[in-house]
């Protein structure tokens, strides 16, 4: 049987409204994935909501978020394709692949630290003004600030990037989660301290490399610059050697430590998560959601004075 209006409005004016709030969130970056795959969100079967949800796992999503994702598609689905997801439908191979995710993530290897703005304020102390060391303070700080993928850092060309009086404007023509090859624009505003700036770091690069056009971050061997890209391995090299020479263990981070830095950092000074995510490019909320949490943990936190009650008077 299918739903009658009036029992839809019921069953919708019970649901919160913070909770039609992530619901439309969760359909929308579930559509943004069907998108790219040429699927039209409200007619899948359960093999793609199934495919979706091991998606989010990958994608490092806690169990118990890809579950309230799976709540919020069902229920649109319903609406959708009744037909297709009639009430009362509990999906075998969906059941399986939750459970499957619950169990993995008990064995799921712990991630990367996060290299934030104060770890990096430290690093860039630490640099010198040799080839290298130049080179290596421009990527750093173009990577945590613009809050880039390894693969978005190191495809940068000179042509994508655009010097204004305020800072420095760099288009990504491509992203892993820019399925339609649309770009977006990334925007770095000019620091105070010139040390930590990456606009200035990035034109002193250029500038001791003698890079006009073509690759901006390039191997450096001996003093002397390679003329191709660096490599994903290369960039985790750079952010290990850098964490080191402050006295952090290198194995804690990675290449993405840059990335997760950049969300981590932002959240913690109370940027808004259209502005993180404006930076970053995610088109899922629950995916930021997953850095911010952690870093924000003790802010605004219950047991805030919870033992210091005032004595009763007796």
């Known amino acids: 049987m299918v739903e009658s209006p009036r029992v839809k409005q019921l069953r919708e004016a019970d649901r919160a409204s913070n909770t039609t709030t992530a619901y439309a969130s969760n359909w929308r970056s579930f559509e943004a994935w069907c998108s790219g795959r040429d699927v039209v969100a409200g007619r899948v079967d359960e093999t793609v909501v199934?495919?979706?949800?091991?998606?989010?796992?990958?994608?490092?999503?806690?169990?118990?978020?890809?579950?309230?994702?799976?709540?919020?598609?069902?229920?649109?689905?319903?609406e959708t394709a009744p037909e297709v997801w009639p009430q009362g439908l509990r999906p075998y191979n969906i059941a399986q692949t939750l459970r499957g995710i619950r169990s993995k993530s008990e064995r799921r290897v712990v991630q990367k630290r996060a290299l934030t703005a104060e770890d990096m304020s430290k690093i860039v102390a630490k640099l010198g003004h040799d080839m290298k060391d130049t080179r290596d303070r421009a990527l750093l700080l173009v990577g945590l600030m613009g809050?880039?993928?390894?693969?978005?850092?190191?495809?940068?060309?000179?042509?994508?990037?655009?010097?204004?009086?305020e800072g420095l404007k760099i288009f990504i023509p491509k992203s892993k989660t820019d399925q339609q090859r649309r770009g977006r624009t990334v925007g770095l505003l000019v620091q105070q301290n010139e040390d930590?700036?990456?606009?200035?770091?990035v034109k002193e690069w250029l500038r001791m490399a003698a890079i006009e056009r073509g690759a901006i971050f390039r191997p450096v061997y001996h003093g002397v610059t390679v003329d191709r890209r660096l490599n994903d391995r290369m960039v985790a090299r750079i952010v290990k050697d850098a964490v080191a020479s402050i006295g952090l263990n290198p194995?804690?981070?990675?290449?993405?430590?840059?990335?997760?830095?950049?969300?981590?950092?932002?959240?913690?000074?109370?940027?808004?998560?259209?502005?993180?995510?404006?930076?970053?490019?995610?088109?899922?909320?629950t995916q930021v959601m997953g850095y911010i949490r952690p870093a924000t943990v003790f802010e605004d936190n219950a047991t805030e004075d919870f033992m210091s009650s005032k004595k009763v008077p007796t």
Do not use: W
């Not at 949800?53 to 806690?62: D, Q, V």
């Not at 993928?149 to 495809?155: G, N, V």
């Not at 950092?265 to 995510?277: D, G, V």
């Open 147 to 165: 809050g880039l993928r390894r693969s978005e850092l190191i495809a940068l060309d000179v042509e994508v990037l655009e010097t204004t009086d």
């Open 50 to 78: 199934a495919e979706y949800l091991a998606h989010l796992y990958e994608s490092g999503s806690a169990p118990s978020s890809i579950a309230r994702v799976y709540s919020a598609l069902l229920a649109k689905l319903r």
């Open 251 to 285: 194995n804690d981070f990675s290449g993405h430590s840059l990335r997760a830095g950049f969300v981590t950092t932002a959240a913690k000074q109370k940027k808004s998560l259209r502005s993180i995510m404006s930076q970053t490019g995610h088109k899922s909320e």
């Open 196 to 201: 930590e700036c990456p606009v200035r770091a």
